[in-house]
């Protein structure tokens, strides 16, 4: 089974990213032939400083190594590192719909407001969808927010397979049971995020522990007392237990008892400690991996060769079924 999951190479790593994400792809790693892209491309279609997208890339391989990512397992490159990428999202464009993109809502949602909005942000999901596409995947790991891409990658996959011939494998999203949108801790009816967020409410994999417990102690709650797990009337505490229920492994039932005559003072304590727990080791793993750039360049180095070689029978099959005269 081949396993395919991209993410964006600026930006600092929240517990979203991690619950909804990055975690299942240290399961998926053990389930099939996993391949994971820090998506450098799609990062310059919002404004970003270069030398931040420079450094962030290697702090982001770093950090994805350190959750559990196992070179030895998986593999994990740079999507810049493998021209394909770039090339299918050309080819791609012509079955996607001008339509369908339109009606992204990241794209609205993020080109909302802005003096200018680039026309690469329009057509990002197009290059996802070739990253999906490229390695004849059968499940891509994402939080809830990917839903829509993943929709569109199948409709292209399936517009190619009718009108080229049988080309592409149809992918298929798998989202988290629990914690697949994790909320803002300030604003629990939003989606937690470095980019849409309140700073506060946003909970950085690489937070000191004290700040981490600070965020979680100040989360916004609901009105009442009970902890209990109903996410349209109490998104706030919902929010927080699905954040207990990963970092300590506990299922919700289960927290929802535990509370009995305690309120929401005790849950947030809980939950600040229990997250301070599962990212202490990571933290010093990201630590001594990012003092050796050499080795992180070396890994990527070899990732990317075996994403090249993967990739490129199925971009020479699209040139081919589209007519184009090979070297
Ligand atoms: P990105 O970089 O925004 O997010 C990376 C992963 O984190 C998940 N995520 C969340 N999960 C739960 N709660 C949240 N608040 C939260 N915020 C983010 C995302 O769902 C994602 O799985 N377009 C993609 C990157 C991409 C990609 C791909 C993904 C490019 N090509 C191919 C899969 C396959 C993105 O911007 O993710």
């Not at 057509?123 to 927010?145: E, K, R, S, W």
């Amino acid at each position: 089974m081949r396993v395919f999951s991209g993410i964006q190479a600026t930006g600092e790593k929240h517990i979203g990213n991690y619950i909804g994400a990055m975690r299942n792809y240290v399961v998926t790693q053990d389930e099939g032939d996993a391949f994971f892209c820090i998506v450098d491309l799609h990062s310059i279609t919002v404004d970003y400083d270069p030398q931040d997208l420079h450094d962030r890339t290697l702090d982001l391989a770093a950090l994805l190594f350190a959750v559990g990512l196992d070179p030895e397992r998986c593999t994990l490159f740079l999507q810049s590192h493998v021209p394909a990428h770039a090339e299918a999202a050309w080819l791609l464009s012509a079955v996607t719909g001008f339509g369908q993109l339109g009606r992204m809502t990241q794209f609205k949602e993020k080109g909302e407001g802005k003096e200018f909005v680039s026309a690469g942000l329009f057509t990002y999901p197009v290059l996802m969808a070739g990253d999906i596409l490229l390695y004849q995947t059968d499940i891509v790991p994402v939080g809830d927010d990917q839903r829509q891409h993943i929709e569109l990658a199948r409709d292209v996959a399936e517009r190619f397979n009718s009108r080229y011939g049988e080309t592409f494998k149809i992918p298929r999203g798998v989202f988290p049971e629990v914690g697949a949108r994790i909320m803002d801790l300030q604003e629990p009816t939003k989606k937690m995020s470095t980019t849409g967020g309140t700073a506060q409410g946003t909970v950085l994999v690489l937070d000191a522990p004290d700040v981490i417990r600070k965020k979680f102690k100040t989360a916004v709650t609901d009105s009442g007392r009970d902890v209990r797990y109903a996410p349209g009337e109490k998104p706030g505490v919902s929010n927080l237990i699905e954040i207990l229920s990963v970092a300590s492994g506990t299922p919700i039932p289960a927290i929802e008892s535990s509370y009995d005559g305690r309120g929401y003072g005790d849950l947030k304590g809980d939950v600040g400690d229990a997250v301070v727990e599962l990212f202490g080791p990571m933290q010093e793993r990201y630590a001594e991996l990012r003092a050796d750039e050499g080795e992180l360049r070396r890994l990527l180095h070899v990732g990317a060769d075996k994403a090249r070689e993967t990739s490129a029978p199925t971009l020479e099959q699209i040139y081919e079924r589209m007519g184009f005269v090979r070297p």
